[in-house]
């Protein structure tokens, strides 16, 4: 098994050999589904991974525009369509200064698997801009934003390709991205998802990911007849995902007691409360400013510069901000303080050797492509009421929400436990029950 595995991996390296995030990526990937594809004769021989990590389409275009002083500003576009086979491209946009295709391919990798298991007809894409939206003028988004769809309109629609948020594209960037495909297309159609709730977005599309990450936390609690109430949270990231896990962690009778962004982290051992937490949201969403500022807003708590928040104490790990963000010596230092339990909130945060860790100690591990797949799922919901041109309300999304992370526990049951042991393998389930779906429609449909 190891040499199939290897003999794989090493094909893929030789062509992706400089994009380690996406070979980070596919490697999780492989050394779970290639036995299962081994003993079963279906999947046997019909190179249907070596099909899956190549993107059926990758597009990458200049985006010119111009800065408040007048000055040309060239940033690089992208768009990866990974896979189709069980709906159209689905998946969020990225603007950040480390966009480049490694980190989008494995983004879009990751997607055809989350995606898959949301249940909903969704294939899987990515795509984004190394631009770099920190200290930039709402003017000078709306710009960059025009000028990025002035390119990307050619290569979506609803029911090619359907692109949302990701870290730096929130409901401001979807309005401005929304409002030049509208123009440039005469349409007004459910293309984009994270719309507002006033021009055809879902209601808990905003708190969908953060509220799911802790919905599957739950779950797995439950698995130990354990619960999410009296525990300690670390939450790192303060944007989308971090904020709405923070929320429905209060919700949930539990105690938050961190929060960050690339500067640092700060620490309140007294709980980032309600209040507390609508202070970080306006920081956040309306001022965009800097975690740092919340000791100045709460003196008793403190801030440490350019440090992770994973050597506090904690029952309940939850990693928000972005990839690799927690390592080997993290997770050591998460068990040594007794953590039990890590749902990842952003896309791949934790690094192969943490992952090793986690397993070996048997605590409850979650990766982000079941734990996080409440976002994209519930773009699905959003997607399903612009084709019905209804609004559903808050609660019969959010109990779609519930049902579907419920569901997508279940499958990472049926695939990733070991009946012998009882241990709940999440990395195997999620990879295997991602994979059948899809290597089932693609066998159906042919070399294509
Ligand atoms: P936001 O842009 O709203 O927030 C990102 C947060 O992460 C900010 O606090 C940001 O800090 C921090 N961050 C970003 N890059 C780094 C870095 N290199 N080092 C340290 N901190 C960093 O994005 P989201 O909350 O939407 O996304 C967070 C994660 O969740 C990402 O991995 C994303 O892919 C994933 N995700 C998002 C979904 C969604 O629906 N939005 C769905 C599923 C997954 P700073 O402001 O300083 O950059
Ligand atoms: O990583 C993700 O799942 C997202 N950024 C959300 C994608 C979506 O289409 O809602």
Redesign the pocket.
């Known amino acids: 098994m190891k040499h199939k595995i290897e003999g794989f991996l090493d094909l893929v390296r030789q062509r992706n050999g400089l994009e380690p995030e996406f070979l980070q990526a596919v490697e999780e990937v492989a050394e779970t589904v290639i036995p299962y594809i081994v003993q079963h004769d279906i999947y046997h021989g019909k190179n249907i991974l070596l099909r899956m990590v190549e993107p059926e389409r990758a597009v990458m275009f200049r985006v010119n525009w111009v800065d408040d002083s007048g000055e040309i500003q060239v940033n690089r576009g992208y768009r990866i369509q990974m896979n189709s086979a069980i709906g159209p491209y689905k998946g969020?946009l990225?603007f950040?200064p480390?966009v480049n295709m490694s980190i989008l391919k494995f983004?879009a990798f990751e997607q055809v698997f989350k995606n898959s298991l949301t249940t909903l007809p969704m294939g899987g894409g990515k795509g984004g801009s190394d631009f770099d939206p920190?200290g930039k003028s709402d003017n000078e988004i709306m710009r960059f934003c025009h000028a990025f769809m002035s390119e990307l309109f050619r290569h979506i629609g609803p029911n090619t390709d359907i692109p949302?948020?990701?870290?730096?594209?929130?409901g401001r960037e979807i309005g401005f991205l929304f409002g030049m495909y509208k123009k440039l297309k005469n349409e007004f159609t459910g293309v984009l998802t994270?719309k507002g709730v006033t021009w055809g977005g879902s209601l808990i599309r905003p708190e969908?990911?953060g509220y799911g990450t802790v919905y599957f936390a739950q779950k797995m609690l439950q698995t130990k007849g354990n619960d999410i109430k009296g525990k300690t949270v670390t939450i790192?990231?303060?944007?989308?995902?971090?904020?709405f896990a923070a929320e429905k962690v209060l919700q949930l009778g539990g105690k938050v007691i961190t929060l960050?962004?690339?500067?640092g982290y700060i620490v309140d051992d007294n709980g980032i409360d309600e209040e507390k937490l609508a202070y970080v949201m306006d920081l956040?969403n309306n001022k965009r400013g800097?975690?740092s500022a919340y000791v100045e807003a709460y003196p008793s708590a403190r801030f440490f510069p350019n440090k992770?928040p994973w050597g506090e104490l904690c029952d309940i790990a939850l990693p928000?901000?972005?990839?690799n963000?927690l390592d080997e010596s993290d997770a050591k230092t998460l068990l040594d303080n007794g953590c039990v339990c890590v749902s990842e909130?952003?896309?791949?945060?934790s690094t192969k050797e943490a992952i090793v860790l986690f397993q070996r100690a048997k605590i409850l591990f979650a990766p982000?492509k079941a734990s996080?797949?409440g976002?994209?799922a519930t773009?699905g919901l959003e997607m399903t009421q612009n084709s019905l041109r209804y609004n559903w309300t808050r609660k019969e999304v959010d109990d779609k929400l519930k049902e579907i992370m419920g569901n997508i526990h279940d499958k990472c049951i049926k695939y990733g436990k070991d009946e012998k042991t009882g241990y709940i393998d999440y990395v195997k389930g999620a990879n295997i029950a991602g994979f059948v779906k899809v290597a089932d429609a693609m066998l159906a449909q042919g070399v294509v």
Do not use: F, W, Y
Request: glycine share 20%.
């Open positions: 969020g990225r950040h480390t983004l920190k949302a948020g990701d870290i730096g594209v929130g994270g969908a990911t790192s990231g303060s944007g989308n995902v971090a904020q960050s962004d690339s500067s956040k800097r975690i992770t928000c901000a972005t990839q963000e909130g952003a896309n791949m945060p982000g996080n797949a976002g994209v773009s």
